[in-house]
């Protein structure tokens, strides 16, 4: 059995329009959000042996937050494939990830994220900025990753969290 989280970026700002969608940076709300996801993931005991980011400059602040409030020591990564990725690059990701991880944080974007989760698991989900969604997954190695091998145990959002 192998979890796989899922935690796309916080709310990023556009107050500089001339930037490279790749270099935005997280908005005073993201800034806000990120730890909250942190905090949460703290609280739950969620210690990932490996964390995965998006390395666009919103998901590493992302990534960086959370670590840091969850105080996670799992290694963290950046894989370009992630960035911009749909389901079929996201599963290649997931798919090669070492079989010792048996928890994994991945940090990206929408809409592959949403349309991951739909594959993994068969349910169809919001996916709002710095959501996390937990998926049980019936495998024993990540290669064996597909279509329906998940089972969503719980999706969960700022908004949730600051209702608590």
């Known amino acids: 059995m192998k979890t796989l989280l899922l935690l796309r970026h916080a709310k990023s700002s556009w107050k500089e329009p001339e930037l490279r969608d790749f270099d935005r940076p997280l908005n005073k709300r993201g800034e806000k959000a990120a730890p909250l996801m942190g905090k949460f993931m703290k609280e739950r005991k969620l210690k990932p042996d490996l964390i995965i ?11 960086a937050l959370v670590v840091e409030r969850a105080e996670l020591q799992a290694e963290l990564r950046y894989d370009e494939r992630i960035y911009e990725a749909d389901v079929e690059a996201l599963l290649k990701v997931v798919s090669q990830i070492d079989d010792g991880a048996e928890t994994v944080l991945l ?8 349309e991951l989760l739909k594959f993994l698991t ?14 049980s997954l019936k495998l024993d190695k990540w290669s064996g990753v597909q279509q329906n091998t998940g089972r969503l145990k719980w999706l969960v959002t700022p908004k949730s969290l600051e209702k608590e």
Do not use: C, K, M
Not at 53 to 63: D, E, F, G, L, N
Not at 107 to 114: C, E, I, L, T
């Open 107 to 114: 940090v990206g974007h929408n809409p592959g994220f949403q």
């Open 53 to 63: 980011s998006s390395p666009a400059v919103r998901a590493r602040r992302t990534a």
């Open 122 to 135: 068969g349910e169809e989900h919001e996916f709002p900025t710095a959501a996390l969604a937990l998926i």
